[in-house]
Nanobody
C-alpha cells in the first residue's frame, strides 16, 4: 500500500520559514518525480514545486520562485519543501504527489499517488 505522509506544517509569521516533508512508502521512490501542490480555502489547488526522480531538475510556480526550494533524499524516500520569506498568501493545505509522467506538465489529477496534506498558516 502506497502512502505519502506530509509533516512540518504549522503557523508562521510573515517573513518566516517552514520546512515541509513528505515521506513515501510502498513504492520505488527513486522512480517517481515528486511535486507539491497547495489549496487555499475557496480556491483551486495549484502546483507549487516539482523535482525529477533523480533530483537533477526542479520546477517552481512563479509565485514561489526564489523563496521556496524543493529537494529530495532517495535514501530516505522523502521529499522536502523549504519555504522562506513566507507571506500570508502562502496560507494553504500543502500536499505532495508522486508522478511517473516524467515529461508531462504537472497535474494533481494525473499524478499516481497523493498525500493527505499539511496545513500552513502564515500570519501578517
Amino acid at each position: 500500500q502506497v502512502q505519502l505522509v506530509e509533516s512540518g506544517g504549522g503557523l508562521a509569521q510573515a517573513g518566516g520559514s517552514l520546512r515541509l516533508s513528505c515521506a513515501a512508502s510502498g513504492l520505488t521512490f527513486s522512480r517517481y518525480r515528486m511535486g507539491w501542490f497547495r489549496q487555499a480555502p475557496g480556491k483551486e489547488r495549484n502546483f507549487v514545486a516539482g523535482i525529477s526522480h533523480d533530483g537533477s531538475s526542479t520546477a517552481y510556480a512563479d509565485s514561489v520562485e526564489g523563496r521556496f526550494t524543493i529537494s529530495r533524499d532517495n535514501t530516505k524516500a522523502t521529499v522536502y519543501l523549504q519555504m522562506n520569506s513566507l507571506r500570508p498568501e502562502d496560507t494553504a493545505v500543502y500536499s505532495c504527489v508522486a508522478d511517473l509522467r516524467y515529461f508531462r506538465s504537472w497535474s494533481w489529477r494525473d499524478s499516481n499517488y497523493w498525500g493527505q496534506g499539511t496545513q500552513v498558516t502564515v500570519s501578517s
